[in-house]
C-alpha cells in the first residue's frame, strides 16, 4: 500500500463511527515511574490507533504579558528535534500514514496522532521525540513567529473572530482563560526562544500530563510501548500559577469596527467549571437552546474549561437592525430564566441530550479529547461513565437563577451605522479592541465654569506649542528614533520611524533586531508588511486596522491640539494635580479618533506634560503618553522624549533622534508592496 493511500485510510477510518453505547467504558489506566499516566480505551474493530498526550500548558499556564506563547511553543514541536529535522519528521509520518497535530484550549495542550494499529510502537516514538527533544532552532523559531504573525493579521479583519476574543476577554478579565489563543502582535514581538525554551521545560512535563490511547489495540501492549519511549522523560512541572479571579464585566458594551457590513453580537456570562455543581445544569441548557428559545440564526454554546465556563449565544445583524436583535435575545434568555422547562418538556429534553452525547465521542479522536477534557479538570478516569446519568437527571434551576442575574452583551459593528439602533438599549459602553478592556464613560454632568476654563487651558496649550497659526502650517512630519520596550518582561532595544501627512497618509515603523514592521494608512487604504531577513509577509488593512492607523495619525502634538483645539472637542477643566512633582492643570476633550483624552499642561510653560486615554468607569485612565525635552521645528515645540505607561506599568521609552517637518515626502514609501512567496518583487 502507498504512501499516499496508507494516509487517507488512516484519515477516514478516523472519521467513520462506532457503534458506542451512551455508557463508556472506563480506561485502563497505569501511570510510568517518571508520573506520565497512560490511559487506554479498548475499541476493538477497525484496525486504527489514536494517541494523544495532554500536559498543562494551556493559556492558564501563560503569566501576565506571555498570551499567545502556549500556542507558539505547541507548533514549535513540529519542528524538528535533536534527531530529526522537520522534514525528516514529516517524511516519516508520511511513510506511516500517520496524522499528527498540536492544539491549546484554556487547561492544557495537547499533541494527537493517529495511524494503523500495527504502527502504534512507531507512532509513539515519533510522538516522544517532539515532546521530550524539541529543537527550538532560530530558524523555526523566527519561521514559526511570522507565520502567527500573518494569522493575527488574517484575525484582525475578521468581525466574527474579533467578536469572540474579545467576548472572553470581557468575560474573564484578568484571568488567563481571556487570553486570545494566538496572543497579539505585542507579546509576539516579545517573545524569544528562551521564553519558549523555558515555557517547555517548566509545563511539558511527565508528572503533569497523560497519554490517553484508543482503539484496537492490547492495553498490555500500548502500555509496554509508551513505557519504552517515554520513560526517558523526565523533570517535574513548575509550581502552578497563583490562582486569579475571573471578573467579567457586565453591561451592555460596545466594539466599534468602522466599515464592517455587519455587527456580531454576543451575550454571554461565567458558567459553573467542567465537573462543578450545577455543570450538568448548563449542558442540559446548551442543549435545549439548541433546539428552540433563540431568535433565527442565533446559536448558543458552553465552552467549558476547569475553573469556569463560558455560556455564549451568538448572532449575527444588520448594523441598522443591531438593538431590535439584542432584544430578543436578551428576551429569550430571560424568559428562560424565569420558567425554564418542565415536566414533559424537561424530560424530552433530558432524552434528547442523553440520546445525542454518544454522538460527541463517535471518533477515537472525539473520545479522547472528551475525556482528556475532564481529566484536566480533575475528574475521575469513570467520569464519562457518568455524564449519561448526570444528564438523565440533571435540572435547568441552576442555569436559570444563573441567567436571571443577567448576561453581558457586546455588539461588534460600525458605530455609525448602529446609533438610533443602539438608543434604545439604555447605557452603551465602549470598548477597545485591545485584550485589556478598556471602557469610555459617557454621560458625564460638567458646569459652565468647567467647559470654559477647559477652552482657556487648551488655547494656552496651542499658544505654549507655537500658536495655531504655525500648527496650521505643519503639512507633514517625519522623525526617527530609539525605542526601548517592555514586552514579555524583557526589554527590547529597536528603532522607530514616523512619517505623517496631512490629510490622511502614514508611515509607521519599527524595528527590533532583524525583525521590522511597518503599517501604512494612505486615505482608504492600507497594509502591513512584516520583514525578518529575507523573509517578507504582506497583510491587508481592515476597517478596524485603519481605523487604528488614523488614531495614531492623529496622537501626535500637532493632531492632538488641532483636535483639542477644535469647536466640537468639549474641552472641560479637570482641576489641578501633580505629575513627577510638577504642578499640572488637568483638560478633558474628545477626540474623534482617540476618544476622551486627557491633557495634562505645566501650569507655567503650559507644555504637555502628559496625554491620557483610555478611561476606566473607576476613574482612572489606562493608557498615559509623558512628554519633556521640547525643542522647536517648524515654529512648533515638539517633545522629543516619551515614556508610555499601561495600567501603570512602563511598556516603553521613546526619544527623537531627527525630526523634519514639512519636508519632502518620498511617494514610493506609499506604493503598495508585491509580496510573492516570501520575497517583496516590486511594488504596485
Not at 89 to 103: M, N, Q
Not at 477 to 483: H, T, V
Request: proline fraction near 5%; hydrophobic fraction near 45%; glycine fraction near 8%.
Amino acid at each position: 500500500m502507498n504512501r499516499l493511500l496508507l494516509r487517507a485510510t488512516v484519515a477516514l477510518s478516523l472519521l467513520a463511527l462506532t457503534a458506542a453505547s451512551p455508557r463508556v467504558a472506563p480506561p485502563v489506566v497505569q501511570t510510568l515511574p517518571n508520573g506520565l499516566r497512560i490511559a487506554v480505551f479498548v475499541r476493538p474493530g477497525l484496525p486504527i490507533v489514536q494517541a494523544q498526550l495532554q500536559t498543562s500548558a494551556g493559556l492558564r499556564a501563560e503569566a501576565k504579558g506571555h498570551a499567545g506563547l502556549a500556542f507558539l511553543t505547541a507548533q514549535l514541536l513540529r519542528q524538528g528535534t535533536t534527531s530529526r529535522s522537520a522534514q525528516d519528521f514529516a517524511t516519516e509520518l508520511d511513510t506511516l500514514g500517520a496524522t499528527f497535530g498540536v492544539s491549546v484550549n484554556r487547561d492544557a495542550a495537547q499533541v494527537a496522532a493517529g495511524c494503523r494499529s500495527g504502527e502504534l510502537e512507531s507512532l509513539l516514538e515519533l510522538m516522544s521525540d517532539a515532546i521530550v527533544n524539541p529543537l527550538f532552532s532560530d530558524e523555526s523559531f523566527e519561521a514559526m513567529r511570522r507565520q502567527v504573525a500573518s494569522q493575527l493579521g488574517m484575525q484582525a479583519q475578521n468581525p466574527t473572530v474579533l467578536a469572540d476574543e474579545r467576548a472572553a476577554a470581557l468575560a474573564f478579565g484578568p484571568h488567563p482563560y481571556g487570553h486570545a489563543t494566538r496572543g497579539d502582535l505585542m507579546a509576539l514581538l516579545g517573545t524569544t526562544r528562551d521564553q519558549v525554551r523555558e515555557f517547555h521545560r517548566d509545563r511539558w512535563r511527565p508528572d503533569g500530563a497523560v497519554l490517553a490511547i484508543a482503539g484496537d489495540v492490547d492495553p498490555a501492549k500500548a502500555f509496554a510501548a509508551a513505557s519504552e519511549w517515554f520513560s526517558r522523560w523526565g523533570g517535574r512541572n513548575a509550581p502552578a500559577p497563583a490562582p486569579v479571579t475571573a471578573t467579567p464585566r457586565t453591561g451592555t458594551l460596545l466594539l466599534d469596527l468602522p466599515g464592517s457590513p455587519t455587527t456580531e453580537i454576543r451575550a454571554f456570562m461565567l458558567a459553573p467549571g467542567r465537573g462543578a455543581t450545577g455543570y450538568a445544569s448548563w449542558l442540559l441548557a446548551t442543549s435545549a437552546f439548541e433546539t428552540s428559545g433563540l431568535p433565527a440564526g442565533a446559536r448558543a454554546t458552553l465552552s467549558s474549561a476547569h475553573e469556569a465556563s463560558l455560556f455564549m449565544v451568538s448572532v449575527q445583524a444588520r448594523p441598522e437592525s443591531a438593538g431590535v436583535v439584542t432584544q430578543r435575545v436578551r428576551a429569550s434568555l430571560g424568559a428562560f430564566a424565569s420558567d425554564p422547562p418542565r415536566g414533559d418538556a424537561l424530560a424530552k429534553l433530558r432524552r434528547r441530550a442523553t440520546g445525542s452525547w454518544p454522538l460527541t465521542i463517535e471518533t477515537h479522536g472525539q473520545l479522547l479529547s472528551t475525556w482528556l477534557a475532564g481529566d484536566a479538570a480533575g475528574l475521575p478516569a469513570a467520569h464519562l461513565t457518568a455524564l449519561p446519568e448526570s444528564l438523565a437527571s440533571a435540572t435547568l434551576e441552576a442555569a436559570a437563577r444563573g441567567l436571571g442575574t443577567g448576561v453581558t452583551v457586546l455588539l461588534a459593528g460600525p458605530a455609525d451605522r448602529m446609533k438610533r439602533s443602539l438608543s434604545m438599549l439604555g447605557r452603551v459602553d465602549t470598548v477597545a479592541i485591545s485584550n485589556e478592556v478598556a471602557v469610555a464613560e459617557v454621560g458625564v454632568q460638567v458646569s459652565p465654569e468647567q467647559r470654559k476654563r477647559g477652552r482657556q487651558l487648551v488655547d494656552a496649550a496651542v499658544v505654549a506649542h507655537g500658536g495655531a497659526a504655525k500648527l496650521k502650517t505643519v503639512r507633514n512630519s517625519f522623525f526617527d528614533g530609539d525605542l526601548h520596550m517592555q514586552a514579555g518582561g524583557r526589554e527590547l532595544q529597536g528603532e522607530i520611524r514616523f512619517l505623517r501627512e496631512d490629510p490622511d497618509r502614514l508611515v509607521y515603523t519599527t524595528r527590533f533586531l532583524d525583525f521590522e514592521h511597518r503599517q501604512v494608512l494612505d486615505g482608504r487604504r492600507g497594509w502591513a508588511l512584516s520583514m525578518a531577513g529575507d523573509s517578507a509577509t504582506m497583510m491587508d488593512a481592515d476597517t478596524t486596522t485603519l481605523f487604528a492607523l488614523r488614531a495614531i495619525l492623529a496622537s501626535d502634538i500637532v493632531h492632538l491640539l488641532r483636535e483639542a483645539s477644535d469647536a466640537a472637542s468639549d474641552p472641560i477643566s479637570q482641576g489641578a494635580a501633580e505629575v513627577a512633582g510638577k504642578p499640572v492643570d488637568r483638560v478633558d476633550f474628545v477626540s474623534p479618533h482617540n476618544g476622551r483624552t486627557r491633557l495634562s499642561l505645566d501650569r507655567t510653560s503650559r507644555r504637555i506634560v502628559t496625554v491620557e486615554t483610555q478611561p476606566t468607569p473607576q476613574g482612572a485612565w489606562r493608557d498615559r503618553r509623558q512628554w519633556s525635552e521640547y525643542a522647536q521645528s517648524g515654529g512648533v515645540w515638539w517633545p522629543r522624549s516619551e515614556t508610555r505607561e499601561v495600567d501603570g506599568e512602563a511598556v516603553s521609552k521613546m526619544r527623537i533622534r531627527s525630526l523634519v517637518v514639512n519636508g519632502v515626502v518620498d511617494s514610493v514609501l506609499f506604493r503598495r508592496p508585491i509580496v510573492v512567496r516570501g520575497a517583496i518583487r516590486g511594488v504596485e
